[in-house]
């Protein structure tokens, strides 16, 4: 029987940071907008000041009150650009002469959603890197303005920049849209609400709160479907949003007609060749492909990259990361003479697109030395995984969770050569690490647990494995909507325990279940699927011999 571990390499996600930015305080607005005013007024060299706000006309008239408040002083208002990657030289470039007293910095929230593009990854890197030099440029004082949603992803990317705040502003309508969106009090015509909502949402879904990210997403489809014209490019996008987390939870069915309404509008709606096409090409692709569907994948992640070629100037990033999706399918239809150079040019142009150290050039590396392991070529992995590793210890905050992922496949690598000292402590680490960064019961725990356990199991301690076995399915069992493939995995898993101890009646009945699932959610064509298969012939020809 093959034990089923969780190996992962462009799978990215997002930290949570602990400290709460967002207790309110008693004060009324106005209450604030005079406190900051005093504060701009007392300031004689640079101070920061957060203001959080999650309405755009709201943010507008705060700022003129505490502009009202300034009598005397002068504060310029520069929205930043979303060409823009790095902030101090935007200021540098754009401050009036003589300088203001005060600087109201905004327009985050237009593009800063997350770090799951190059953009923001850039301009978070560089807001932590020059997080002292606005003293040497500036003496007064600068006011970021942002909603929640940006403040969560300054917390989890620019940690070092934020722990420079003088001071923070919350004003009131900070954490009400997604209580507004529950109860189905929002107005429906608010577009500007529903982005605001895709945002929330997102962050929700990177802390594996999804029964709360699902519905800020359907509302927020909703809005955008009565307040925009039938084929806007937005609704789009909110299809995109809500598929990616149906998918995410094994709910392909439902999943699969928001891509594919996603794609018509975006082909409709957008000129021949938009990347913006590429993109919805290869969401529905990676549906695909999860289902075991390679056939239907592959024009898909054909077709983006041609588009991504022929939009975008050589080496762009964008490019890079649909060479990883095609050489991804490639590897898993065993086709790796095919992957290997698409995986390769994927890792020159982040290479030489990024800055060294970037965590991109670790997901690439990480990407190339799956294939190599995959293909026995251990000796080319194993440099390329400790890199990568290097790469996220020294990119992301101690404890984030792509550092788990990474110390995940080295310690997979270490245990397919038999250097199971090696990987334990690996393992042990990237487990911690998930306990602590993210919520009880996320899935990704159980991830590391099947991964600890099977290690255990394979030294023969599987006293110690069963019970990470056990706490695996349950949190998969309780994590995630009933027939997701991960719950296969853990049944399979406890089920191969079961049968090293010659508990056949324990395992039989877990290896149907998995095997029910995974043809129900994946096919029966699908790699994992024939994987338990396989593992249920075998063990009832065991029991037929025995």
């Not at 807001?127 to 303005?145: C, E, I, K, M």
């Not at 038999?418 to 991830?447: F, T």
């Not at 129900?520 to 338990?532: C, W």
Request: aromatic fraction near 8%; include cysteine; hydrophobic fraction near 35%.
């Amino acid at each position: 029987m093959l034990c089923w571990q969780s190996k992962t390499a462009m799978t990215q996600i997002e930290s949570f940071h602990k400290e709460n930015w967002l207790n309110s305080p008693p004060d009324d607005d106005t209450t604030l907008c005079v406190k900051l005013a005093k504060m701009i007024s007392l300031g004689e060299s640079i101070a920061f000041h957060l203001a959080v706000c999650n309405d755009a006309h709201q943010r507008e008239s705060l700022m003129r009150q505490v502009e009202d408040f300034l009598p005397s002083q002068h504060a310029q208002r520069l929205r930043v650009p979303k060409t823009e990657n790095n902030l101090i030289r935007y200021l540098r470039r754009s401050l009036e002469n003589p300088s203001p007293q005060a600087v109201f910095v905004y327009g985050l929230e237009d593009w800063l959603f997350g770090k799951a593009n190059h953009h923001a990854n850039t301009f978070l890197l560089n807001l932590n890197a020059t997080r002292d030099s606005f003293r040497l440029d500036y003496q007064g004082s600068l006011v970021l303005w942002v909603p929640e949603y940006v403040l969560r992803t300054l917390m989890d990317g620019a940690p070092d920049f934020l722990s420079t705040v003088s001071g923070r502003y919350i004003f009131s309508k900070v954490m009400q849209v997604q209580g507004d969106a529950l109860a189905g009090t929002l107005n429906d015509n608010n577009a500007g609400m529903a982005a605001e909502l895709n945002s929330q949402a997102m962050q929700y879904y990177a802390q594996g709160r999804y029964s709360e990210a699902i519905p800020l997403l359907e509302e927020a489809l909703k809005i955008r479907r009565k307040a925009l014209p039938e084929g806007h490019p937005d609704i789009a996008n909110s299809l995109n949003n809500l598929a990616g987390l149906y998918k995410s939870q094994g709910r392909s069915g439902e999943a699969e007609p928001l891509y594919d309404e996603a794609l018509k509008i975006f082909r409709k709606a957008l000129p021949e060749g938009h990347p913006d096409i590429a993109n919805s090409l290869n969401n529905l692709a990676g549906l695909y492909k999860s289902q075991g569907r390679s056939g239907e994948a592959e024009p898909l992640y054909d077709e983006a990259l041609k588009i991504f070629r022929k939009a975008l100037p050589e080496g762009h990033p964008d490019i890079a990361n649909s060479l990883n999706n095609l050489a991804g399918l490639y590897k898993s239809q065993g086709r790796s003479g095919e992957a290997e150079p698409l995986y390769d040019e994927a890792l020159k142009i982040f290479r030489k697109a990024l800055p060294e150290g970037h965590p991109n050039i670790a997901s690439s590396l990480n990407n190339l030395a799956g294939l190599y392991e995959s293909q026995g070529r251990s000796a080319e992995a194993e440099p390329l995984y400790d890199e990568a590793l290097k790469i996220f210890c020294k990119a992301l905050p101690e404890g984030h969770p792509n550092i788990a992922i990474s110390l995940n496949n080295l310690a997979g690598l270490y245990e397919s050569q038999g250097r199971s000292a090696e990987a334990e402590p690996l393992y042990d680490e990237a487990l911690k690490i998930r306990r602590k960064a993210l919520p009880e019961g996320h899935p990704n725990i159980a991830s590391s647990l099947n991964n600890l356990a099977g290690l255990y199991n394979s030294q023969g301690r599987s006293a110690e494995a069963e019970p990470l076995y056990d706490e695996a399915l349950k949190i998969c069992r309780k994590a995630l909507p009933e027939g997701h493939p991960n719950i296969a995995q853990s049944l399979n898993n406890l089920a191969y325990l079961y049968n090293s101890q010659g508990r056949s009646a324990e395992a039989e009945p877990l290896l149907e279940e998995a095997l029910e699932i995974l043809r129900k959610a994946l096919g029966d064509n699908h790699p994992n699927t024939k994987v338990v298969a396989e593992n249920l012939r075998l063990f009832r020809q065991q029991a037929n011999t025995s």
